[in-house]
């Protein structure tokens, strides 16, 4: 049997599957994700349009079909699914995601409270006018055209946009490792800064938001952090803060309506979920406020009526709902386009620029074209003309000639061999012939009725035509001013056709913080030895059995207006608001206080009400040997985590006691240390220094090097015992001394 070893290839798998990776990512962020910054349009986008019109869907046209559309896209252009296909169709349909939508659509296309479109084999499509702007002249060769995945037919690499389609109608896609999210423009707006870019290519940003503020979305809305905006189109970066509009009216029986007549852009599409989230908020009494939700929208607009109880703070519940809602939602913007087969983040100045160089290039071409059309056609008006003038003697060459390859080089150079003429003068005329083979053969398909009077002045004036527009055309082309004043001109009747008055409303205002209207009360906060926790009230508490109750190693008395405090090793102080612990029965299992907050691995040393936290003296003790006392109002903060004191490596809290005021100013409140190595210490806590929580703090033991503090606490000197390791230890036996002094061996 022959060896075939010397056919296996040697590959590495590592490199391998870095080497297709990396193809794949490229596949899918060149050819599918993002927009290619000249025209606007993904790779699925531009095959469905040009796929249209080559079916001869122009506005016009009878819509036609949508699955048609969608294989004829797939079969030619596009081998990635028709779902896909279908859904790049829909989406260039909906007038409430697109500022000018390049699909018109006939059917159901779905809506913006989130209902799917039709069956593609019920729905029918034609191209928009807004979708000409981007196909027109596409016949005069004005971008370049690639094969399809099968060699079988041709498409075009970028369509000649004539209208900055990228800015107008934005769009979003995810690639690999990156994506794309461009907010909608309006399109008077861009197009009133693409020409005062071309009027002044070094316009500063601040200069051209005069006429591109900010992103304008179908949905309307309010952009309510405008001093933002600024730095997004500086950078290409950030987030965009958009809040549903609504009014105020009168309702029933005193109460009060908010009425949302706009809503962000971000749930265009699916404006349900903002419905069912109000009437979820109103019936889990959330909001105790919100009386009845009721989506009242219909063909004429939004409406989606939130009824309020009488008398109540109406702006407070708006902040809540701002804050709990998609009522506000965040727009996060990344201008990041496809530029020379390169994904690329721009400014805004940056992106008209590109759009402004893709039209000199476009326009430079379109001209070329003319120019080069209309010389050709002069010079066939010219032969027919100069035919005219000779046409007996053209007939008399037909006639005579036995073939139409011996009359035509007869017509352009003079040959007379073998051609029989009347006369011989008609043998010298044609012999000083010297037409063009373009005029030659204008002239061999000539009609009769060319030689009437009237369509002979016709080619004339044709001919005087023709002169005048070369001249315009060579004039446009020899001068850069005059092509952006052939660009801006267009770009103006753009501007007259599209022009929409702008819909999003800017300002500065930021949400307050929603105040809650909660009826105090009593709760207990039980939690067991594994950390789960629930809350309960006073009453169930009072009911609860002592063996129930034992169960639990913490409880803290509060109120449900209150937070609890959480002191952990890591020298961190997390707070959870009462009302987040989950009210439960006394035999319910509870919640793992890791989940109600960040405590990663450190382990909890102290468990506190805010209200007993904020009116206590703290006395930390780390396991290096540092004592410092705190006062209890330097943990007040919104904040749910903070850093509670300061440690070095290797250090940890090992204990943390609240001490009242009281105690506190009596001094006489003695401290006790206990070491690993068996050692104790006691001293006065007047000997302990109130720090600030960022203090390291002082001293409070000496130690061996491999000793460490075990225990601490502060008690009562007239205190005869206390609890360590679940023992009952005697007191009395720590010796009192000095703070930093060394410890003896503790005999407890």
């Given amino acids: 049997m022959k060896n075939n070893t010397d056919k296996v290839i040697q590959l590495d798998f590592s490199e391998e599957m870095r080497t297709s990776f990396r193809d794949y990512a490229i596949s899918v962020i060149i050819s599918r994700a993002l927009p290619d910054v000249r025209d606007g349009l993904k790779?699925?986008?531009?095959?469905?349009?040009?796929?249209?019109?080559?079916?001869?869907?122009?506005?016009?046209?009878?819509?036609?079909?949508?699955?048609?559309?969608?294989?004829?896209?797939?079969?030619?252009?596009?081998?990635?699914?028709?779902?896909?296909?279908?859904?790049?169709?829909?989406?260039?349909?909906?007038?409430?995601?697109?500022?000018?939508?390049?699909v018109d659509g006939h059917g159901n296309f779905g809506s913006i409270d989130g209902d799917r479109a039709a069956a593609m084999r019920y729905t029918e499509a034609r191209l928009s006018p807004g979708a000409m702007t981007l196909l027109s002249d596409l016949e005069k060769g004005l971008v370049d055209f690639d094969p399809n995945f099968d060699n079988s037919e041709k498409e075009p690499t970028v369509l000649p946009a004539k209208t900055p389609n990228l800015l107008?109608?934005?769009?979003?896609?995810?690639?690999?490792?990156?994506?794309?999210?461009?907010?909608?423009?309006?399109?008077?707006?861009?197009?009133?800064?693409?020409?005062?870019?071309?009027?002044?290519?070094?316009?500063?940003?601040?200069?051209?938001?005069?006429?591109?503020?900010?992103p304008d979305f179908p949905t309307g809305g309010l952009i309510v952090n405008q001093s933002d905006l600024y730095q997004i189109y500086d950078t290409g970066e950030g987030r965009i803060r958009i809040r549903a509009n609504h009014e105020i009216e009168n309702?029933?029986?005193?109460?009060?309506?908010?009425?949302?007549?706009?809503?962000?852009?971000?749930?265009?599409?699916?404006?349900?979920?903002?419905?069912?989230?109000?009437?979820?908020?109103?019936?889990?009494?959330?909001?105790?406020?919100?009386?009845?939700?009721?989506?009242?929208?219909?063909?004429?607009?939004?409406?989606?009526?939130?009824?309020?109880?009488?008398?109540?703070?109406?702006?407070?519940?708006?902040?809540?709902?701002?804050?709990?809602?998609?009522?506000?939602?965040?727009?996060?913007?990344?201008?990041?386009?496809?530029?020379?087969?390169?994904?690329?983040?721009?400014?805004?100045?940056?992106?008209?620029?590109?759009?402004?160089?893709?039209?000199?290039?476009?326009?430079?071409?379109?001209?070329?074209?003319?120019?080069?059309?209309?010389?050709?056609r002069q010079e066939i008006v010219e032969g027919l003309i100069k035919a005219t003038d000779v046409i007996d003697l053209i007939i008399e060459i037909l006639r005579g000639s036995s073939s139409i390859k011996q009359a035509k080089d007869c017509l352009i150079h003079g040959t007379t061999e073998g051609i029989q003429f009347k006369t011989k003068k008609s043998e010298q005329d044609a012999s000083k012939l010297n037409f063009t083979e373009r005029q030659a053969d204008a002239i061999?398909?000539?009609?009769?009725?060319?030689?009437?009077?009237?369509?002979?002045?016709?080619?004339?004036?044709?001919?005087?035509?023709?002169?005048?527009?070369?001249?315009?055309?060579?004039?446009?082309?020899?001068?850069?001013?005059?092509?952006?004043?052939?660009?801006?001109?267009?770009?103006?009747?753009?501007?007259?056709?599209?022009?929409?008055p702008r819909r999003t409303k800017l300002t500065n205002d930021s949400a307050e913080a929603y105040v809650e209207e909660i009826k105090e009360e009593d709760i207990y906060v039980l939690i067991d030895r594994f950390g789960y926790s629930k809350?309960?009230?006073?009453?169930?508490?009072?009911?609860?059995?002592?063996?129930?109750?034992?169960?639990?190693?913490?409880?803290?008395m509060m109120k449900n207006t209150d937070k609890l405090c959480v002191f952990t090793s890591g020298g961190t102080l997390h707070q959870i608001k009462a009302d987040s612990i989950p009210r439960a029965?006394?035999?319910?299992?509870?919640?793992?206080?890791?989940?109600?907050?960040?405590?990663?691995?450190?382990?909890?040393?102290?468990?506190?009400?805010?209200?007993?936290?904020?009116?206590?003296?703290?006395?930390?003790v780390t396991k290096n040997g540092f004592i410092k006392q705190v006062s209890g109002a330097e943990f007040k903060t919104n904040r749910s985590q903070i850093n509670a004191t300061k440690l070095v490596d290797g250090d940890e809290v090992i204990s943390v006691t609240p001490m009242t005021a009281r105690d506190v100013l009596a001094g006489e409140l003695k401290i006790i240390i206990l070491t690993k190595n068996g050692t104790s210490l006691g001293f006065p806590l007047s000997m302990v220094p109130e720090l600030k929580k960022t203090g390291r703090g002082v001293k409070a033991i000496s130690m061996d090097k491999d000793d460490s503090i075990c225990f601490a606490t502060a008690l009562d000197p007239k205190a005869e015992t206390f609890i360590y390791n679940d023992k009952e230890l005697n007191a009395r036996k720590v010796r009192m001394r000095k703070r930093a002094d060394k410890g003896q061996k503790a005999q407890l």
């Fill in 535 to 556: 809350a309960i009230d006073t009453a169930t508490y009072q009911r609860a059995s002592e063996d129930n109750l034992n169960e639990y190693i913490h409880t803290i």
């Fill in 43 to 102: 790779p699925v986008q531009r095959r469905i349009l040009y796929s249209m019109m080559e079916l001869g869907l122009d506005p016009a046209k009878p819509h036609r079909k949508s699955a048609r559309i969608v294989g004829d896209t797939m079969g030619k252009y596009h081998p990635h699914g028709d779902s896909s296909i279908y859904d790049a169709l829909v989406h260039m349909a909906e007038d409430f995601n697109l500022s000018v939508p390049l």
């Fill in 251 to 376: 309702g029933e029986y005193g109460r009060k309506n908010i009425v949302i007549t706009e809503v962000p852009y971000t749930i265009a599409g699916n404006k349900t979920r903002l419905v069912e989230s109000l009437a979820s908020l109103m019936k889990d009494k959330v909001f105790e406020e919100i009386h009845d939700v009721r989506d009242e929208s219909s063909k004429e607009g939004i409406r989606i009526v939130i009824e309020v109880k009488k008398d109540r703070d109406l702006d407070n519940l708006l902040n809540g709902l701002y804050k709990k809602t998609s009522m506000e939602d965040t727009y996060s913007v990344n201008l990041l386009a496809i530029k020379e087969q390169q994904p690329v983040v721009f400014n805004l100045i940056s992106m008209i620029r590109e759009f402004v160089d893709f039209q000199v290039e476009l326009y430079t071409k379109e001209y070329e074209y003319l120019l080069d059309k209309a010389i050709k």
């Fill in 444 to 500: 061999l398909s000539m009609q009769l009725s060319k030689l009437i009077g009237l369509e002979i002045i016709k080619l004339h004036d044709e001919n005087s035509d023709l002169s005048a527009s070369i001249d315009k055309y060579r004039s446009i082309l020899g001068d850069h001013k005059e092509l952006f004043a052939v660009i801006k001109a267009k770009l103006k009747e753009y501007k007259k056709e599209f022009q929409i």
């Fill in 585 to 620: 029965k006394i035999r319910d299992k509870g919640t793992l206080i890791h989940n109600l907050c960040k405590l990663e691995k450190d382990e909890v040393v102290l468990y506190i009400s805010f209200e007993e936290l904020f009116e206590s003296q703290l006395l930390f």
């Fill in 168 to 214: 107008i109608n934005g769009t979003t896609g995810i690639a690999v490792g990156m994506a794309t999210n461009i907010p909608p423009h309006n399109p008077g707006e861009v197009i009133d800064g693409v020409i005062a870019y071309i009027d002044n290519p070094e316009i500063p940003l601040k200069k051209l938001m005069n006429y591109i503020p900010a």
